[in-house]
């Protein structure tokens, strides 16, 4: 890169957020070959020493007395000049500084200079080994498993290979104390990883009509090499991933390189085969459980292009890719893009920019897509719609009962089975068949519900659930509107209000006692707080050593037991009536995604939801397989309300351990904010204060302003100009303020 001054100019991580400022520090000759755009260096600064990062070279005023450089970091450059652009463009668009951004994007930290070794294991055995010849070398069934699996995804360290073929590193370490398996240890070198192309499986599956075409979409822009997005919504079963790991096929051939970013919860052991039977050593795996080492080893083998395929959650984003063609976003419309703590971007937007500067195509896939998302597949929209209408398997989407609850109550029955679902259970257990009971999350809001009508109090002004306080009041966390828990309902006379939800384990309890001879297993986050118990759990179910498993949202995704025949959603309300603005949205995913667990196997699947809102849009869409009905049901709400994708949203978090102070300075912020509308921008309106609707975590209270604009650069100028306010005025603000631009969810 040119050096246009001698002076280098770097930007500093500092405490103080928002500060983007440039300094200059002359380069001592002992650095002069390191130094370079992109380093991480050491500067003195203000009596201390901070890290830096170098962003180009110029002159300083004359007036600036300069220092000099006081140490370089790592022996690479750490970010490109396409990633500091990315990083000025997160800077501006999530309101923190650009230095902040490139900790972020380089993470994890480039501490280690040298290079490593990494031992890898590989079969000594022909790759035409059939099962029984393995099973006959191999001393007994799980050093046959090991040694299938090192056949299929060779390169595997000791570790993975023992967690793919779940058996224990001893099984692994027999099997290469007999010779068969052998190990060898890879150099991670500064230059290039050659790509053993003998490993890669090129087992290509067959294409119907619908992915043949998404396919040809898809390769068409990735050979232009123009930045092009498109939407593949499929339903579940249709093959996306096929679809997926052809494209990436393609990228490889134009000598780019592939990111696929996956929900936390869908990156399984078995996806990450799926990917490495396909690309062999050439993928690389990030996600964020990852121990250090082995997220640095396969950082680095990115960068040096060894692995030009890259799989990973969330920030996998940021891999470290010289010549990205090719995004793909897998259940693009999965809230856990959203990083949720400290620098909150979201994944999808991350990859978009990256693919606009890089001149990559996007690949957004979904059975149920983000409305956002959905919006812009419109004619003359920037995305291009390709569907997948069929299931790859020919089989039918399963039919889908919704049981009235409210009637259930009439005719004397307020438990939480309703006699349908008793019935169809009981069914299930006399053919042997599994059953699957789904309950929504619960716990982090309570509202109230009359049992008659399903009548649900809503916020007149903001359209979300009103959440019930120990007060025997009912609020708005939006804008904190109030009225008193009403003792009859206003809709039908009824004297049956009350409070709503139970848990997994009463619904576990109430199961006992209706299905005595039933094997029953529970899955949520009390009965998976140990670790590895989440697996076993699923591993149990798996092998039919329980009839019924009962869990939360865990269970809802990606999971695929061919011998559950009956999904039972115990109730479609919880979250229905989440104070959400998304929350019809959420629920309908999570019906069809729940929906989609029932008959994967050779027996007919059907699902039954219990709701006390048989009518509501979103569960008869979802009942339906209806995309597009849900989506023009939903569109006007949004519209009428001014929600996203018709504006753009900021969260403003409060939070003190003192709940006046919290409150009083939220109502504070408001006047500020009101005060800078009034002499700018008109188009923004302000929410609140109202407690969020998780009141107190960790002892702070949190009290929230929602700020709702047109044009997200508007709410963006107006909360800069808002925070650089605040830190004038310190002393007034002894609080912590959260900003979130279009939050995900604001529990
Ligand atoms: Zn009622
Ligand atoms: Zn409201």
Not at 301 to 322: D, Y
Request: one cysteine or more; a positive charge; glycine letters at 8%.
């Amino acid at each position: 890169m040119n050096k246009i001054g001698p002076f280098a100019e770097v930007i500093v991580a500092l405490n103080t957020r928002r500060t983007d400022r440039v300094f200059h520090y002359a380069v001592p000759d002992e650095f002069q070959d390191q130094v370079t755009i992109g380093s991480r260096v050491i500067v003195p600064f203000g009596g201390r020493r901070l890290t830096g990062y170098v962003t180009g070279f110029g002159y300083p005023d004359s007036t600036v007395k300069v220092k000099e450089i006081a140490g370089v970091i790592d022996a690479e450059p750490v970010f490109t000049t396409e990633l500091l652009e990315l990083a000025r463009w997160m800077a501006e668009n999530y309101i923190c500084s650009t230095a902040e951004a490139l900790q972020r994007i380089i993470s994890p930290r480039f501490l280690v200079k040298g290079s490593r070794e990494v031992k890898r294991v590989y079969s000594a055995l022909p790759k035409d080994k059939s099962t029984e010849e393995l099973s006959s070398i191999a001393g007994n069934s799980k050093q046959s498993a090991a040694l299938k699996r090192a056949l299929a995804c060779p390169g595997l360290t000791r570790k993975e290979l023992a967690a793919a073929a779940e058996v224990s590193t001893s099984v692994v370490n027999a099997l290469i104390k007999k010779g068969l398996l052998t190990v060898s240890a890879m150099k991670i070198s500064r230059h290039a990883v050659q790509v053993d192309l003998d490993n890669v499986e090129t087992k290509k599956l067959t294409l119907n009509a619908d992915q043949e075409n998404a396919l040809a979409q898809a390769a068409g822009a990735i050979r232009r090499g123009a930045f092009k997005t498109f939407l593949l919504h499929g339903v579940t079963g249709s093959g996306k991933t096929e679809v997926y790991l052809q494209a990436i096929a393609v990228a490889l051939e134009e000598g780019r390189q592939a990111v696929t970013l996956v929900p936390e919860i869908a990156l399984t052991p078995q996806m990450i085969e799926l990917f490495r039977a396909r690309f062999g050593a050439q993928v690389a795996v990030l996600h964020s459980a990852l121990p250090g080492g082995e997220r640095y080893d396969e950082w680095q083998r990115i960068k040096e292009g060894g692995a030009p395929v890259v799989l990973g959650t969330r920030s996998a984003v940021f891999a470290p890719l010289t010549r990205p063609g090719l995004f793909v976003i897998d259940e693009e419309h999965e809230s856990s893009y959203k990083q949720d703590d400290h620098l909150r971007y979201h994944a999808r937007e991350i990859a978009l920019k990256r693919a606009q500067l890089a001149g990559a195509t996007v690949l957004l896939g979904s059975a149920t897509p983000s409305l956002e998302s959905r919006i812009k597949t419109a004619v003359g929209g920037p995305y291009q719609l390709l569907k997948l209408n069929d299931r790859v398997d020919g089989r039918p989407l399963p039919p889908v009962r919704v049981v009235d609850l409210r009637r259930e109550v009439k005719e004397g029955n307020g438990g939480i089975f309703s006699r349908t679902l008793i019935a169809s259970i009981n069914r299930r257990l006399e053919s042997q068949e599994q059953v699957l009971l789904f309950l929504n999350r619960r716990g982090f809001s309570t509202f109230v519900i009359c049992r008659e009508c399903g009548l649900v109090l809503k916020c007149p002004r903001c359209d979300i659930s009103l959440t019930y306080h120990r007060d025997g009041r009912l609020r708005c966390h939006y804008c904190n509107h109030q009225v008193r828990s009403p003792e009859l309902c206003p809709k039908c006379g009824a004297h049956n209000i009350r409070l709503f939800g139970a848990g997994t384990q009463k619904v576990e309890a109430e199961a006992v006692q209706f299905f005595p001879g039933a094997r029953i297993l529970r899955m949520d986050s009390d009965s998976t707080a140990r670790k590895g118990s989440h697996t076993q759990i699923i591993n149990a179910f798996q092998k039919r050593q329980a009839d019924i498993l009962i869990g939360t949202q865990m269970i809802a995704k990606g999971l695929d037991f061919p011998g559950v025949t009956l999904v039972g959603v115990i109730n479609a309300d919880t979250a229905l009536h989440m104070p959400d603005f998304r929350a019809a949205e959420r629920t309908f995913q999570l019906l069809t995604q729940v929906a989609g667990r029932a008959g994967r196997g050779s027996l007919p699947g059907e699902v039954l939801i219990q709701t006390y809102n048989p009518e509501h849009y979103s569960i008869v869409a979802a009942a339906a397989h209806d995309c597009d009905r849900f989506f023009l049901s939903e569109m006007p709400v949004r519209r009428s309300l001014g929600y996203p994708p018709f504006s753009h949203l900021a969260r403003l978090l409060f939070t003190h351990e003192d709940e006046e102070v919290v409150k009083r300075s939220a109502a504070l912020a408001k006047d500020t904010l009101k005060k800078i509308l009034s002499s700018e921008a008109q188009g923004i309106s302000i929410l609140g204060p109202a407690p969020a609707a998780l009141s107190k975590i960790k002892d702070r209270y949190r009290w929230q302003l929602v700020l709702k604009a047109s044009r997200r650069n508007l709410l963006r100028d107006v909360i800069k100009e808002f925070l650089s306010g605040l830190e004038r005025e310190r002393a007034v603000f002894k609080l912590a303020v959260n900003v979130d631009i279009n939050p995900q969810g604001m529990l």
